[in-house]
T-cell receptor, first 111, second 119 residues
């Protein structure tokens, strides 16, 4: 069964604004990853955060991880129209290599 | 970064036929590959784990005789949808994990996906 739950399911903002997406999971993890998927395309790996890390940055992306609450957030700053996509969090359930994906957030950046 | 390719990118077939989808890691060796299925506006659902040189491990509810997986080398895994039916129409995505010491062993690199339409 799906482990990750994401909210919101859909988010529409103006270009230049910040976008925040949240992900919750149920079991212990080694790491959590965020992926982007453009419509009808494969997944692009954005960032991996390990269970012993609390925050990680990559360009305009900022990811936080709170293992006590079993939750993570992805912040995209200064959004651009090209950021329009679906964003998924994924966890390595039970420490295995296989990933369990959240339901995803569909982000729309309006020009 | 690591590149994973899939072929074909799109396939349309008649009900009852079999379709083979290839997943290749182009610039790294992958001991493990995964196959996912994604229905429209839904998330990815793991179908099976493919390990080079051994039998695939299927997730609960996935028919191993219908979805045949062969991981013949460290750079190639194939998924064959046998006797395809319209309900098998979906977006199939593979991913690959690199060898220890190679490309990001904790990171799965995804192929671009194959859209299967069964008429």
């Amino acid at each position: 069964s799906q482990q990750g739950e994401e909210d919101p399911q859909a988010l529409s903002i103006q270009e230049g604004e910040n976008a925040t997406m949240n992900c919750s999971y149920k079991t212990s993890i080694n790491n959590l990853q965020w992926y982007r998927q453009n419509s009808g395309r494969g997944l692009v790996h954005l960032i991996l955060i390990r269970s012993n890390e609390r925050e990680k940055h990559s360009g305009r992306l900022r990811v936080t991880l709170d293992t006590s609450k079993k939750s993570s957030s992805l912040l995209i700053t200064a959004s651009r129209a090209a950021d329009t996509a679906s964003y998924f969090c994924a966890t390595d359930a039970q420490g295995a290599q296989k990933l369990v994906f959240g339901q995803g957030t569909r982000l729309t950046i309006n020009p | 970064g690591a590149v994973v390719s899939q072929h074909p990118s799109r396939v349309i077939c008649k009900s009852g036929t079999s379709v083979k989808i290839e997943c290749r890691s182009l610039d790294f060796q992958a001991t493990t590959m995964f196959w996912y299925r994604q229905f429209p506006k839904q998330s990815l659902m793991l179908m099976a784990t493919s390990n080079e040189g051994s039998k695939a491990t299927y997730e609960q509810g996935v028919e191993k005789d219908k979805f045949l997986i062969n991981h013949a080398s460290l750079t190639l895994s194939t998924l064959t949808v046998t006797s395809a039916h319209p309900e098998d129409s979906s977006f199939y995505i593979c991913s690959a994990v690199g060898l220890a010491g190679g490309w990001g062993t904790d990171t799965q690199y995804f192929g671009p996906g194959t859209r299967l339409t069964v008429l």
